[in-house]
C-alpha cells in the first residue's frame, strides 16, 4: 500500500531552520505531486507546498515563499522541505500528501494519501 513517513519536526526559535523529510512507498515516484499541508489549532489547513516528480514544478504558498524550500530525491523516494526564518506563526502538524499525478492545480485542492504528521512549534 501507499505510505507517506514524515520526519524532522520539532521545537526551535524564530528565525530558526528546519528540514523536513517524506520518505514513500508503495508507488512509482514518476508523474506525481508530493507535499506537505499544515494544520494549526483554529485554523483552516493550508497547502504549504509541493513539487511534481516529472518536472520539478514547485508551488509555494504566499506565506512562505522565499523562505522555504521544497526538493525531491528519486532515488530515495523522499521529498524534503528546507524551512528557513521560522516564524511563530509557523507553528502547526505538517503532513506529508500525495497524489498520483502531477497537477499541482488538483493537489492544492486536496491529497489523496497523507502521512501522519509532525509537530512543528516555534518560539517566539
Known amino acids: 500500500e501507499v505510505q507517506l513517513v514524515e520526519s524532522g519536526g520539532g521545537l526551535v526559535q524564530a528565525g530558526g531552520s528546519l528540514r523536513l523529510s517524506c520518505a514513500a512507498s508503495?508507488?512509482?515516484?514518476?508523474?506525481?505531486?508530493i507535499g506537505w499541508f499544515r494544520q494549526a489549532p483554529g485554523k483552516e489547513r493550508e497547502g504549504v507546498s509541493c513539487?511534481?516528480?516529472?518536472?520539478?514544478?514547485?508551488y509555494y504558498a504566499d506565506s512562505v515563499k522565499g523562505r522555504f524550500t521544497i526538493s525531491s530525491d528519486k532515488a530515495k523516494n523522499t521529498v524534503y522541505l528546507q524551512m528557513n526564518s521560522l516564524k511563530a506563526e509557523d507553528t502547526a502538524v505538517y503532513y506529508c500528501?500525495?497524489?498520483?499525478?502531477?497537477?499541482?492545480?488538483?493537489?492544492?485542492?486536496?491529497?489523496?494519501?497523507w502521512g501522519q504528521g509532525t509537530q512543528v512549534t516555534v518560539s517566539s
Open positions: 500528501a500525495a497524489n498520483l499525478n502531477p497537477l499541482i492545480s488538483l493537489w492544492k485542492l486536496t491529497a489523496e494519501y
Open positions: 513539487i511534481t516528480t516529472d518536472d520539478g514544478s514547485t
Open positions: 508503495g508507488f512509482t515516484f514518476d508523474d506525481q505531486t
